[in-house]
């Protein structure tokens, strides 16, 4: 755990210094105006349908609100953080869950101007997730709070093709978790840690600029995390998949 967040505090200074480096001196009119124009704001919420298997499995809709800053030329370094918060009710054939995650991801790699209104942008980051499960009393079973931390390595490509007032693109994000914890309330002996597996996650924006530096972004998108399992807790391996959309209106700086 503590080389885990020894290793997340160096990762977050050195991105803050890259992005304090960022080029400043280019202005948005030397670009093709269909081309990426440097910092930008994302805002938005988002809805999902949420499956949980643990087993049972839990599922239903939740949630949440979303944060991007991004810094993005043709032909020079990318950049983004991005946060997402999540929460809503699921249910199983047995009982009920609150559930709440927050995730954030930070990376780094470089745009590529393909054609004169597509680019390519492969990248690569870390990013770490927080879910909490409160579970209900069952049949059988006592009510249980479980909160997992998850820290993966993240490598993805994002891609676009924009027109004078309209974007389409693709971003496709690998993620292999490198450590899980799991913490459940009513035990105080600290965290236990959970196998390591590989997530993935698949986005499909398409923007509409209503304004000269504002746009309205709607991304259709599917995650998938893996949540290891845990021999002396007698858990099984648990998969969290989400399907559901982003909407955002994002401001050009």
Not at 42 to 68: A, C, E, I, Q, R
Not at 136 to 155: D, V
Not at 240 to 247: C, I, N, P, T, V
Request: with cysteine; hydrophobic share 35%.
């Amino acid at each position: 755990m503590k080389n885990s967040q020894w290793f997340l505090s160096v990762f977050l200074f050195s991105a803050s210094a890259i992005f304090a480096d960022a080029p400043q001196n280019k202005e948005p009119s030397q670009h093709n105006p269909n081309q990426p124009q440097g910092w930008s704001l994302n805002v938005g919420g988002t809805y999902t349908w949420m499956s949980f298997s643990t087993p049972p499995t839990y599922s239903g809709s939740t949630g949440g609100v979303l944060g991007k800053i991004s810094y993005q030329l043709p032909n020079a370094f990318f950049g983004q953080a991005r946060s997402y918060y999540n929460l809503g009710p699921l249910s199983s054939s047995s009982n009920k869950t609150k559930f709440y995650e927050w995730y954030t991801e930070f990376v780094g790699g470089y745009c590529f101007s393909v054609l004169k209104n597509w680019t390519i942008t492969p990248y690569a980051g870390i990013g770490f997730d927080f879910l909490t499960d409160h579970r209900s009393r069952s049949s059988s079973t006592p009510p249980i709070k479980l909160k997992y931390a998850i820290y993966y390595a993240l490598a993805g490509l994002e891609t676009h093709y924009a027109w004078q007032d309209w974007m389409l693109g693709l971003q496709v994000d690998c993620l292999p978790t490198f450590n899980q914890y799991l913490r459940v309330k009513s035990l105080h002996r600290g965290a236990w840690v959970l196998k390591n597996r590989t997530g993935v996650e698949v986005q499909l924006p398409v923007a509409y600029r209503y304004i000269k530096n504002f746009w309205l972004e709607l991304a259709p998108y599917y995650r998938f995390l893996p949540i290891g399992s845990s021999h002396f807790l007698e858990l099984d391996q648990r998969n969290l998949s989400q399907w559901g959309a982003f909407l955002t209106f994002r401001f050009f700086l």
